[in-house]
Each structure stands twice: as structure tokens, then as C-alpha cells.
């Protein structure tokens, strides 16, 4: 966010002003010229090898996979001590990969046998890996593509002796058509306004090292590099994933005038950090994070969090291509559990499959449909009970609650939870100590759960209500699907039926409901959250300030009467403009109108 007062006043001689849209990665707004950047891609042809050369291309291959490593580590280091750990993680992953044994040795044995160079073979081997991940839709794999094709690069311009450049000179919004996290890093060091992306989305690891690096930008923008040229004047709107060329006069005072507004609201919810989130009339709900990693947990306590809603574990599978040992796990949990205290932390077990990529898996019609989350875990009952057996050894915190995902049936829960009673009797047995009163509860992701859920209510400690998946399965609507992203609607009248169903269901059998997924992080949802009756909302942490300030604002009656109002609506065109009408005139300091009539939020990425 950086206004600049000397930019000219308005579009260029004879141009008009052309708006795009993609999908906002990174919050904040920049204003300022453009910077075309493309990044020189590395090629290959194929040899065929005479025995002399054979021995040179080895030690070729070997003096390249070494300088690709020591590259990494410098910048991995610079990630680490200039932004953050998460930030440093994306690239010690790949460093990781550069440092799998397998890898080298299949490219030193081919390059004997079949007498073929070495950067040809690279190649080559390095699609094999990505066939391998291209089975699957999940965000997380994707990454490990694109990870996967930027070691590629490394590894052959180390081959070729040729050097990554990104640099600029000069206050830029960097137009790209990718950017890759090295990429990023090395903009970074440069004074760089915001990134407009042709590609990506928000889970990219460019688009987490941008927020990491609070720079604005805005990814999937597919026609920002065919419209733009170096010098361009753009206004680059991070929050409602917008990219203005040529701007005109009124635009650019429009937009410094919110930079203004965004500073002054930020400074404001400063103050909330150690504040309950509590209604005026006197009603509590937990404000928490979902989280991966434990070095997040510090910005969750800067943001306000009161816990973690959401730990994931399936980075741990992820990383390394195989399941964690218990051992592995038990640290894991036991330190974002002493990271967290007293704070709850609710570990939710590997919810693995479907989209989420599982190796040596049988081909699936449809995957979202098929061997997935707990059913997984019921086919895999020992690599199951080393992860019950690590979450109860670490619960001796008491700050731990366990949650087992894509539970369709009783029975699945029953099962296992007979694989925890289980683990927990060769703990006992062994004398290893854990929390014996942990609460155990279960993820609402299906519609068969939601229709379940009285029966349910008797058999877990609370319910988290997974939106993601919940919204996808009730309207049968593939939320990777880009021909039908229209029809995915958090505001469904059948989807907030569903939550209060749940909701209400848990509250008659004395147990409390939260959710957990995207929704719960959605401002423009928290009124009808907090007046749907959830005990605890778990969302990204930077919107942990708005949400609270939303809710602390807001008396429970008049969200429960408003809710009321929306729960009356027949259609999703009728709740969502209602829903945004009042929000943007119930808070106007969080809100604002946009062109087609909707409504954003001023605050939220970033």
C-alpha cells in the first residue's frame, strides 16, 4: 500500500482504462508502473554419449545438483531470517527433493547405461515425477509440480552455467505470467509495489510468500501480460482481486483515498489482540486459526487467536512422500501443543486421498467420491494407530482435542473410535502417560452427517463443520471446477439450514458446534455465524481482527434475529444480497460496494 505522489494524474494519451479481474492472493493496494517480467526458461536437446564422455557428464550431474543446493540454501536462509519459517519451509522442501538419494542415483545409472546427457535426462526424469502428481486436483500437489519443474530449472541452468535475474530498478507492480517462490524472494529485495499474475492461486506458494512479504497481489489474472508493457501505470487492488490499467484521475484519488482508509482501519483493530471476542450482551464465541506448521502459531497469538480450530497433519505425509513414523509425529504434536498452551489445539487425523494426493493409489472415476479422509485410515489401521498413539502421547498438555474427518455413517466412527480406545490401552499398558479426558470430536462434511447428526451428538465431545466439502457435496457442485464456480454458494439456503441443523442438534445433546472451513474466515459471513449459534469459528489468522471486531460489535439478539430473516429466503441471489446489503451498511468501516452490486471487505488477505 503505497501511494505515490508523483505518478502522473491519470490513463495515458488516447488510452482507456481497462479493468481485469482474477483471484486476490495478497491484501493491501499498490499503485504505481509496470514491470513485464519474463523469466528465461532452460532447454534441452537430446545426446547420445561416447564411453569418454560418460565419466565427464557424471561429475557434470553431481557439480550441479551441488550448486543447485548450495543456491537454496542461501535463499532458504535469507526466507528464514528476513520473513519467516513457513517462508524458509517452501524452499528447504526442495531441498529435500534435491537431496533424495533415489533421484541421483537413477539419473547416475541411466546416464551409464543408456549414454544420454544429463540435463536430457533431468528432464525427462523429472516429468516422471509430475505424471505421478498430475492424478490429483489438490492444491498442495500442484505446488509440488510447480516445485518440481523450478528444481528442473535449477539443476539445468547449474548444467548450462546460466544465472536466475530478477531484479528491477525502481517502485514496480511486477507483471508476470508465473512467479516462482525464487522468484518472489528475489523481487523482494528490490522495491516491489505488488505482483499481477497471469497463473496461481491463493494456496500457491508465491501468493504465501507474498502475504508473508505484505506485498499486494493478485494471481490468476490469465490476460494481464497479453494487456500490459513496462511503464504502464496500474492500480492493483489486492483485497477484491483487481488490476486497473490506465487508470483514470478519479480512479487513482479513489484508491489513494482507501490506502488511507485500510492504514487507519488496521492501526484501529491493534487493540483487539488481547480482548475476548464477546458480544455487547454478553455472548462468547472461540476465535481460532487453522494451521499447518508451528511457526505459525506466533502470528496467531499476534492476531488475537484463542487456539487452533484446525491442525492439519497431511503435510507431514506430504513433505515426505510417506507417512511420518509415531515418533515424527509425536513431536510434531507436542510442539505446536506447548507452542499453543494453555490454548486448545484440535488436531484433526490425516485426511488423506480424493483431492489429496495418496501414492500408489488406484485410478479413481471420481475421487471426491471415493477412498478418502477416514476411509483411508480404517483400510490402513497400523499406520492409523501410530497416529492416535502420537496425538494421545502428546496430549499430556491437556490443551489437545482430536477430530477425525469425512465421517459418512456411524459405523466409520465407531470403528474408529475403537482403533483410540485401542491405542489408548497399549499406553496404559505400557505406562506412557496421556490426557484421558482428551475430547474427541468429528468433522460435518457430508450430508449424510448433517442428516445423522442427533445420533452422532451421543458419540463425540463437538462438531466442526467443515464448509469446503459440506457446500460441494449438498450442491453438487466441484469447487475446482471453473465452469461452475457461480453455482458454489456459502449462502445456499440448503447450506445454512444444514448448519443450523447442525448447530441446534449439538446444543440439545450438550455438546458444542464450530466450523472450520473457508466460510468461518469469510467476513461477510460472521453475523450469520454468530447468530446461527457456532461456539467457535476457525479461519486464516490475518482475519482474526476483523471477524472479532465484527462479532464484539454485534448483540447476539440482533444477529439471531437477522439470521432469521436470511433462513427465510428461497434462493442464494435473495440471502447473499441481503447479506451484503446489511453488512455493507451495518459496518461501512469494514465494507464497501463493488460495480455488479456485491459487497467486499475492505480487510482480509494479507
Known sequence: MNPDTALPAGAAPGKHEIVLRGMPASGGIAIGPAFVYEREEVYV?????????????????????????????????????????????????????????????????????????????????????????????????????????????????????????????????????????????????????????????????????????????????????????????????????????????????????????????????????????????????????????????????????????????????????????????????????????????????????????????????????????????????????????????????RNIKLMFPMISGLVELRVARKHLNDARAELREQGVPFDEHMQVGMMIEVPSSVMLADIFAKEVDFFSIGTNDLIQYLLAVDRNNDLITDLYQEFHPSVLRAIRHVVNTAHEAGIWAGVCGEMAGNPMSSVLLLGLGLDELSMVPSVIPTVKEIIRSTSFEEARRFTDTVLAMATATETKTCVAEYMRVRYPDFFTPVQNGDTCPILGLG
Open 45 to 397: 536437446t537430446e545426446r547420445t554419449l561416447s564411453e569418454e564422455e560418460t565419466g565427464l557428464e557424471l561429475d557434470l550431474l553431481r557439480d550441479a545438483f551441488t550448486r543447485a543446493r548450495r543456491e537454496l540454501l542461501k535463499i532458504a536462509e535469507y526466507a528464514r531470517t528476513q520473513l519467516s519459517e513457513e517462508a524458509a519451509e517452501i524452499f528447504e522442501s526442495q531441498l529435500m527433493m534435491l537431496k533424495d538419494p533415489v533421484l541421483v542415483r537413477s539419473l547416475e545409472t541411466r546416464i551409464q547405461q543408456e549414454r544420454k546427457n544429463a540435463d536430457f535426462l533431468i528432464h525427462h526424469e523429472i516429468e516422471k515425477y509430475k505424471a505421478l502428481l498430475g492424478a490429483t486436483d489438490d492444491p498442495l500437489f500442484r505446488e509440488r509440480m510447480t516445485d518440481l519443474d523450478e528444481i528442473a530449472q535449477r539443476l539445468l541452468r547449474s548444467l548450462q552455467k546460466k544465472r536466475l535475474r530478477a531484479t528491477v530498478e525502481g517502485r514496480h507492480i511486477i507483471v508476470a505470467a508465473s512467479l516462482t517462490p525464487a522468484d518472489s524472494i528475489l523481487f523482494s529485495r528490490s522495491d516491489v509495489l505488488g505482483y499481477a499474475i497471469d497463473t496461481g492461486g491463493i494456496t500457491s506458494h508465491t501468493a504465501i510468500l507474498a502475504r508473508s512479504l505484505k506485498i499486494p497481489s493478485v494471481v490468476a489474472i490469465h490476460e494481464a501480460t497479453r494487456h500490459i508493457s513496462t511503464g504502464d501505470l496500474l492500480i492493483l487492488d489486492g483485497q477484491r482481486g483487481l488490476l486497473f490499467i490506465y487508470p483514470t484521475a478519479e480512479r487513482i484519488a479513489e484508491y489513494r483515498q482507501k490506502i488511507h482508509r485500510i492504514e487507519e482501519l488496521e492501526e484501529s483493530l491493534k487493540g483487539l489482540v488481547d480482548l475476548p471476542c464477546v458480544t455487547p450482551d454478553g455472548h462468547a464465541v472461540e476465535i481460532s486459526a487453522n494451521a499447518e506448521f508451528v511457526n505459525e502459531c506466533d502470528y496467531i497469538l499476534a492476531q488475537g487467536g484463542n487456539g487452533i480450530g484446525l491442525y492439519r497433519t497431511e503435510h507431514l505425509y506430504i513433505l515426505e512422500g510417506e507417512f511420518p513414523s509415531e515418533q515424527e509425529q509425536f513431536v510434531a504434536y507436542s510442539s505446536i501443543a506447548q507452542s499453543m498452551y494453555p490454548r486448545p489445539v484440535i488436531i484433526r487425523t490425516f485426511d488423506i486421498g480424493g483431492d489429496k494426493f495418496l501414492q500408489d493409489r488406484q485410478a479413481e472415476e471420481n475421487p471426491s467420491l471415493g477412498w478418502r479422509g477416514i476411509r483411508v485410515m480404517l483400510d490402513m489401521p497400523d499406520i492409523f494407530k501410530q497416529q492416535l498413539r502420537a496425538i494421545l502421547r502428546a496430549s499430556t498438555t
